[in-house]
């Protein structure tokens, strides 16, 4: 099916607008804004203020830069957590991730991305220095990297390393290993043969 | 990955907006949101104001029932096209597929679905008496079924051609090139071209 034959210019447009998401091609745009014609006024109405309003209003926390309604955000300001351990992390889907977890008690640097010359996002681009600010003012005891296990999330997690190396603080990463509920057979040889090398006392995991 | 830990009600409220459009759970929800917060406002508001402009000022062609951006769209008010010849089918989408054969040079009733029991949909719900009040009025010669050639579609256009046949008027249904089963949303171009030529007697099918 081409698209060259709109019945309305204002149909053509919000199919144009809505294709322009990732992901989303012109025959799901078609789908999703006829499901909206299909609603009521004010649903869309509702739908489309939530939009321009969280891109107007939104804010970055200026501690950690997660996104957030205030100047600082819920988990900056929770006295109950504890600021002096922060938790790298490339995005603001990781701090969900990691709060899912319920494991974690301590705040986040968010980097808002990961060193990839493919793509053009060099140290520069990313809250790096400001993560050396939170280091240097003495605001962090441990630093720990929960960056993706790739080569970018390597190359990351290497170069603030160096940055970082000098300071009088932990640094830590993630553990790399099996996965829970993994089955060895079908774990890759490297992680695995990492996960050798760095087994653990058992009684730890009791 | 639940989503218990949203760092900004606001982008909760859009991830949640999002997630009511049909086949977007709160993952991809999520994902296009953070897309959004990454281009500059007036994009945003470009896409928002597409979908508000659209649900508020789109109109139904009062001939045809097709969405248009005037009292009567495109086709109908197109002296080229032949006003004596209808094509009825479910949707919108389904018009934009016929059009796009450029095999077809009559005009349309778009009837806005199918009759369907099990999503309790009857004749009533659809654009059936409009289209009756069409012929009534004598302004066709020749009404042709256009819809799925599924139960639901055989049952619609069985429906309408008992409504239809003490008209003096010739009833036409795709020819059967369209496989049996298949949506005509997803039908390609040149099958459905040839079933409009092709087109046969509906009364052959009974």
Redesign the interface.
Known sequence: ???????????E??V???S?????GKK?A????????K?E?DE???????????????KH?RICR????SDV???CSNPARDHRLVCVVE???D???V??TQQYRGVYHVLGGIISPMDGIGPADLEIDSLLERVSKGEADEVIFALSTTMEGDSTNFYIFKKLKDHKIKITTLARGVSIGDEIEYTDEITLGRSIVNRMLFENFM
Chains 1, 2 share one sequence.
Do not use: W, Y
């Open positions: 099916m081409t698209f060259d034959h709109f019945p309305s210019k204002l149909l447009n919000a144009n607008e809505f322009k998401l990732p992901g989303i799901t078609l789908r999703l804004v006829l499901h909206l014609l609603k006024p869309v109405a509702r739908f489309s203020k939530a939009l321009t309003q969280l891109r107007d209003e939104v926390c997660n996104i957030s309604d955000c819920n988990i995005n603001i889907r701090v969900m991730s709060e899912n």
